[in-house]
């Protein structure tokens, strides 16, 4: 497992989610880890959880920050008040943004002869998690100039973590509307992926895992 777990996740990650650490000091953090098999794939499980000496887990440290996760029902019946409904994800939301530097040695690990540090933010810092990407993409769209106002303010109500849920009048404007958001999102280094919306008889109409 350990050679798989090698060639197929560390080494690929190296130089754009991990790093080589050449020291450390006694305030660092080492995250436990396994490999765990499902449905076929091999992943890479880090516990946040899991404490230190001290008796406290890295995630009792990390504040949590403003809660800006949407209200979910609201968002599911902004979606079904008009005739068309959007939906996009946010490919790898979480690893699009960067740790900074002086950050990365609470969240490292051993593997075998090295220390390796995440330059990116990890899903499993549950306590944060949700605030992170958010806060990430209202900044972004706070800070672009040339958008319209009501599409600015359609994606900031449209949001829920990395899922975009958004009501348009028709399937035209739908259209036209997906551009300008992949536009939009490029730009932040944000690939948009799973892009379906209503009204086409192939796709698949679940809105966040409701039909």
């Known amino acids: 497992m350990r050679t798989t777990l090698q060639t197929f996740i560390v080494t690929p990650l190296l130089n754009t989610h991990l790093v080589l650490a050449t ?3 006694q305030s660092a953090f080492f995250l436990p880890h396994c490999g765990l098999y499902r449905n076929g794939k091999l992943r890479v499980v880090f516990d946040c959880s899991a404490k230190d000496a001290t008796g406290k887990s890295l995630n009792s440290y990390l504040e949590h920050g403003t809660n800006l996760l949407s209200c979910l029902l609201s968002v599911l019946l902004n979606v079904g008040t008009n005739s068309v409904g959007l939906q996009a994800d946010i490919k790898a939301a979480f690893h699009q943004i960067i740790v900074s530097e002086e950050d990365r040695q609470f969240v490292q690990f051993l593997w075998t002869d090295n220390i390796l540090r995440f ?22 769209l706070h800070k672009i100039t040339d958008i319209e106002p009501g599409l600015r303010h359609l994606l900031k109500s449209g949001i829920y973590m990395a899922d975009l849920c958004l009501k348009i009048s028709t399937a035209a404007e739908a259209d036209i509307k997906m551009d300008k958001v992949k536009i939009i999102f490029t730009a932040a280094n944000m690939e948009l992926h799973k892009i379906r919306r209503t009204g086409i008889p192939s796709e698949n109409s679940k809105v966040l895992g409701m039909t």
């Open 119 to 140: 330059q990116r933010v990890l899903f499993v810092l549950f306590c944060c998690s949700p605030y992170m990407p958010l806060k990430t993409i209202s900044t972004h």
């Open 23 to 25: 020291a450390w000091d």
